[in-house]
């Protein structure tokens, strides 16, 4: 496993590599979520690139930057199990020099959803995917289906931009109980992690009262909201049945649709989804 | 020479290039300006790729997008003349499909000069070049010193976004009285066409004055406006002596600075600069 600790060290190596490259960017914590789309990149790569980078634009000043849990060690160690060909570890300074001033934005569907609850996460989000993606050149990009808006939003930037790579979703990592693996589940205290299921639980209900027939988005809303409510702890930010495309909500599911939720359990915000259809 | 009509035809022709690959954006209505970027690119290169597109989204709506001179065929045999490898001519349907809605922005040196006056060129001209960029992949991109401006935008965005490519900046090409070659310029009736050449003799008055030892930004200004306000036709947009990095107007030139202008000559706005030291 090779280390690039530089844009200058990442871009040298790339230039040697064997074609094509695997490529998943990372906010480091890894858990299993990661660990199984850096599997399924060196998979179907010679080489995968795994970059870990706490990406500051992407957090509001009020959130969580700061406090966003690093442990370098631990994470190289997963990625050399997992035969991981390069990781990219760039410092911000060397992300983001003085003066630094391009922004890249996907509009209409960053407006919904997340992006309207953190109106500022997604214009970071395509901009450090959009250097990243110039610094690794990758032919496939990995994304969870976890984050299912930066999913499309990233696919929205690729296709518009031309860029020459795929962008690969892969299905979303759960612990036993249903709880989506994410970095953020650390902050959870004992209790909210008992609760926190209760997310997937409300997901599944949607899909199950999907698969039994129901097409009115807002009945499967406020089944979900009702479910949810039981967990005094839980204070929900959105839940949303929302069209696949243009993530805006639907009154009646054609074809299939976006069901996905933010929910705040104690300190930590937690997000999941589900595809209905 | 080969011509490719859509984005996935000039991506299939991209694929068999030798390297490395030079590229000429324009909007077509060639002169001989784009003729000696094409020249320097041919030279420089195995393969130089020419794309034709007139791009609508660095228009803004009163600006003259439907009446931007078009001549393709001309455009064509000039081409061909000068050796270019490829020509790329995409429609808007190809480069803009429905929903597109990706937009790259280069922020702070946008506000200044062009972008004041035309506040949503810039980003139309760093959209449609990302996207060009992506689509032919060049390792050298020839822009002229003319647009100074949208030279450093673009090499600002390039340096920020960690592109693969040299952004070479090359000489204004001047008609024998000193006007800037533009296909604006066709625009001129006769009167105005010879009163343009005053922009091109304010920058020499400019540069004279620098060489004597005048470094009072304010005097220079003062200078070339003077001399410009001797042609009745002849109506000033700005007259700048700015800082080459942040285009901010200077009061004392230290070491060097762009001095630019934009002047209405009747219909047609033009547009030209110096470099001084």
Same mark, same amino acid.
Do not use: H, M, S, V
């Given at each position: 496993m090779q280390i690039a600790r530089s844009i200058a060290e990442m871009k040298a190596l790339r230039s040697k590599c064997a074609e094509p490259v695997g490529f998943v960017p990372t906010m480091g914590s890894l858990h299993e979520g990661h660990l199984e789309l850096v599997r399924i990149a060196v998979r179907d790569n010679p080489v995968a690139v795994v970059s870990i980078f706490v990406n /500051?634009?992407?957090?509001? /000043? =009020?959130? =969580?930057y700061k406090a966003y849990p690093r442990d370098l060690d631990r994470d190289l160690a997963m990625l050399d199990q997992v035969k991981t060909g390069i990781v990219f570890i760039p410092d911000s300074q060397d992300m983001y020099? =003085? *003066?630094?001033n391009t922004w890249v934005d996907v509009n *209409?569907?960053? *407006?919904?959803l997340e992006g309207k609850a953190r109106p500022t996460h997604f214009r970071g989000v395509t901009t450090v995917c959009n250097k990243l993606f110039n610094i690794v050149q990758p032919h496939q990009a990995y994304f969870g289906q976890k984050d299912a808006q930066q999913a499309i939003v990233i696919q929205k930037m690729a296709a518009d931009l031309n860029m020459n790579l795929e962008v690969v979703v892969c299905p979303t990592i759960r612990e036993k109980d249903g709880l989506a693996m994410s970095s953020?589940?650390?902050?959870?205290t004992g209790s909210e992690r008992i609760a926190a299921p209760v997310l997937y639980r409300s997901l599944c209900l949607a899909s199950d009262m999907f698969s039994n027939g129901e097409r009115d988005a807002g009945v499967i809303r406020k089944a979900m909201i009702d479910l949810i409510s039981q967990e005094a702890a839980a204070k929900i930010d959105y839940v949303s049945v929302a069209d696949?495309?243009?993530?805006s909500e639907v009154d009646k599911i054609e074809g299939n649709a976006l069901a996905s939720l933010a929910v705040r359990l104690g300190k930590p915000r937690l997000i999941d989804n589900i595809i209905l259809g």
């Open positions: /500051p634009t992407q957090f509001a /000043p =009020d959130e =969580d020099a =003085d *003066g630094y *209409g569907i960053t *407006g919904k953020r589940n650390t902050y959870l696949l495309q243009t993530l």
